[in-house]
């Protein structure tokens, strides 16, 4: 009785539907999941390459990553759950894998990145990996809420020749499948994430261009402002939900 | 009504005609036409689209593989039906099963063409349409993704779907 009581407490307590929002990995099989529990499992490549990168010096600088912010399970801790983030010098949002980017182009001068390039997306990984478990908790700059509406907005907007939103698939029919497929909620906590179907390690971007293109949309430019408002709004619509890594998807 | 409306043309620069006429006025041949439009809409609405698109009656062989092909119908991402050759149907929509006997083809037309006349909140795409659309990709912009000779095959398919059991 009071361990019920308690835990009803504890669930009264949790953000308003909270408890009924479910992760891929909740979705996924029970063997799909030992797959991501398993500590060398198909992303730990990734994982162990962005650890080596970390502290290599790159770029006409000579600097690592580990000469300006030390050790990345002290300084990245929480970064991952807080991005997307504010970028002063561009006065526009950031996501994670732009800020990674940046640091190599701004700091190590290494010149402009390609976001998809396999360092950026190792050092994603290792980055990432620094918010295990971590519940997602946007960032409370108020410069970023013009771009969040923006990505609602755009969340919820038919597109394409099949004529559908991601809030048509993603909310109001989540749990429902599409052939085969079951359509998850469609939470950001589990990138970069290895696809079996891609045989490689993808991001969000990547993600998100296979649904548009699925419906026959126009996908979004790598980076664009519209795919980090996105970004923006899909986070905080998981807001409390954990970070996920090593994440293995189908 | 004409008469007034030729004092006016009359009396007034043409420039200033056409602006005023741009934004409010309609010349009465134009009114009447878009009272015929508009009737014809919500009777497509209401009663569906009883006029075939193509003067060749549709192939209900050829609807049956449009429906159950996953890459050109997409119907079965959607719909579970009497197709015992497709291994995995969606949920999204309600099982085709018995759909011929429920609607006329009037209805089924419709369904197929634009399904937002019937349900404006649809998920199911608009198969013969390009109205209202956003973002379409660039390889598929100004395209439908049926031709009416398809639409009219996967309506002549979907009459034949009379029996109740899948």
């Not at chain 2, 004409?2 to 009465?28: F, H, Q, T």
């Not at chain 2, 309600?94 to 759909?99: R, S």
Request: with cysteine; proline share 8%.
């Amino acid at each position: 009785m009071i361990r019920a009581a308690v835990l009803a407490g504890i669930v009264l307590a949790l953000p308003a539907g909270a408890q009924d929002r479910r992760t891929g990995y909740d979705d996924m099989s029970p063997a799909l999941q030992a797959m991501q529990d398993d500590p060398m499992n198909p992303a730990a490549f990734w994982l162990i390459d962005g650890e080596a990168l970390w502290s290599e010096p790159a770029g006409t600088r000579g600097q690592s990553c580990a000469d300006c912010h030390d050790a990345a399970e002290d300084s990245m801790a929480g970064v991952a759950a807080r991005y997307p983030a504010w970028d002063e010098e561009q006065a526009a949002p950031v996501d994670l894998n732009g800020r990674i980017a940046l640091c190599r182009d701004r700091h190590q001068g290494a010149g402009p990145q390609d976001r998809a390039d396999p360092d950026i997306l190792a050092l994603l990984a290792y980055v990432t990996h620094q918010s295990r478990g971590m519940p997602l908790t946007p960032d409370p700059d108020p410069r970023l809420d013009p771009a969040r509406a923006r990505g609602e907005t755009l969340f919820t907007t038919r597109m394409g020749q099949l004529n559908l939103s991601c809030a048509q698939c993603h909310d109001d029919n989540s749990g429902g499948h599409l052939a085969a497929a079951l359509i998850p909620q469609g939470h950001p906590t589990g990138y970069p994430q290895y696809r079996l179907e891609w045989e490689t390690l993808g991001t969000l971007e990547r993600r998100i261009r296979g649904c548009l293109t699925g419906v026959r949309a126009e996908p979004f430019a790598p980076g664009s402002a519209d795919f980090i408002a996105l970004a923006l709004y899909l986070q905080s619509r998981a807001a409390g939900l954990q970070v996920e890594t090593l994440p293995i998807r189908p | 009504m004409r008469g007034r409306g030729m004092r006016r043309r009359c009396a007034k620069p043409l420039a200033a005609e056409k602006r005023r006429r741009g934004k409010v006025g309609l010349n009465p041949t134009l009114r009447a036409t878009l009272a015929v439009l508009a009737l014809s809409g919500t009777a497509a609405g209401a009663d569906g689209l009883a006029t075939p698109l193509t003067a060749t009656p549709g192939d209900p062989a050829r609807g049956a593989q449009i429906v159950t092909d996953p890459q050109h119908g997409l119907c079965t991402l959607c719909h579970a039906g009497p197709f015992p050759q497709v291994a995995f149907t969606g949920t999204l929509g309600p099982d085709l099963t018995g759909v011929g006997a429920r609607r006329t083809l009037a209805d089924l037309r419709q369904q197929i063409v634009d399904s937002r006349r019937a349900n404006p909140d649809t998920i199911m795409p608009p198969y013969h349409s390009t109205e209202g659309l956003n973002r379409v990709g660039e390889r598929w912009q100004g395209t439908t993704l049926m031709t009416a000779q398809e639409v009219e095959d996967v309506v002549a398919y979907l009459a034949t779907l009379t029996g109740d059991t899948p």
